[in-house]
């Protein structure tokens, strides 16, 4: 089956520090790929939606400057938390969505801790 | 905007009890549907999905939904759940073509041994 990878799985930074997370379709192509939130306890909140080779769409309410994503090839998509401060701290989920019929395969999630 | 409802925020069960979970959608085209479970620690799984054609789809171990379309609805069924069923339940719904999927808030089913 399609695979997704996200790296790192675990990450603790300092307030005001930067970080990057990697999501790969490891045996697939995606043209699209999709950032999520994760509260505790809560359902899975879309960041962005991610097209390979162009600008990543936001959702209302989600800040382009705070959360870069770059979807530089089809195997690979990056986000990045830039001036990380505590209330970002969250679960984040990459997928990857395949052709027709269309389906999302998720990530195993990076968990960022900002101190 | 469309929008997933899960009806059971909590359900606990004893082994091999029925299990019905539901979920309802609030978007009037066509859509794709989708039930996801995310095991203690894991990530989020594919259980099944429905695309089009028979509305009574089955997906992996022994879960099975039902698209009813009067009703905006696709609960997801088993008939006797294992211990080993004890996760967060999630559905999904995305319009045809539209990409991005919503989610609904998630189950949480503990199953007593």
């Known amino acids: 089956g399609a695979v997704v990878s996200q790296h790192p799985s675990w990450v603790i930074c300092k307030s005001g520090t930067s970080v990057k997370i990697e999501c790969r379709s490891l045996?697939?192509?995606?043209?699209?790929m999709f950032w999520y939130r994760q509260f505790p306890k809560q359902s899975l909140m879309l960041m962005a939606t991610?097209?390979?080779?162009?600008?990543?769409?936001?959702e209302q309410g989600v800040e382009k400057d705070k959360f870069l994503i770059n979807h530089a090839s089809l195997t690979l998509s990056t986000l990045t938390v830039t001036s990380a401060h505590p209330e970002d701290s969250s679960f984040y989920i990459c997928?990857?969505?395949?052709?027709?019929?269309?389906?999302?395969?998720f990530g195993p999630g990076t968990r960022l801790l900002v101190l | 905007a469309q929008s997933v409802s899960q009806h059971n925020h909590h359900v606990i069960l004893s082994e091999a009890a029925s299990l019905e979970l539901g979920c309802n959608y609030s978007?009037?085209?066509?859509?794709?549907l989708f039930w996801y479970v995310q095991y203690p620690g894991q990530h989020l799984q594919l259980l099944l999905k429905?695309?089009?054609?028979?509305?009574l789809v089955k997906g992996i171990k022994g879960f099975e939904a039902e698209f009813i379309k009067s009703k905006f609805s696709f609960n997801l069924r088993k008939p006797s759940v294992q211990w080993s069923d004890t996760a967060e339940y999630f559905c999904?719904?995305?319009?045809?073509?539209?990409?991005?999927?919503?989610f609904g808030d998630g189950t949480t089913l503990t199953v007593k041994p």
């Open positions: 429905y695309f089009s054609g028979d509305p």
């Open positions: 978007y009037g085209g066509t859509v794709n």
């Open positions: 997928s990857a969505r395949t052709g027709a019929p269309e389906t999302q395969y």
């Open positions: 045996d697939f192509q995606a043209t699209t």
């Open positions: 999904a719904v995305n319009e045809t073509n539209a990409g991005k999927s919503t």
């Open positions: 991610s097209n390979e080779g162009s600008k990543a769409t936001y």
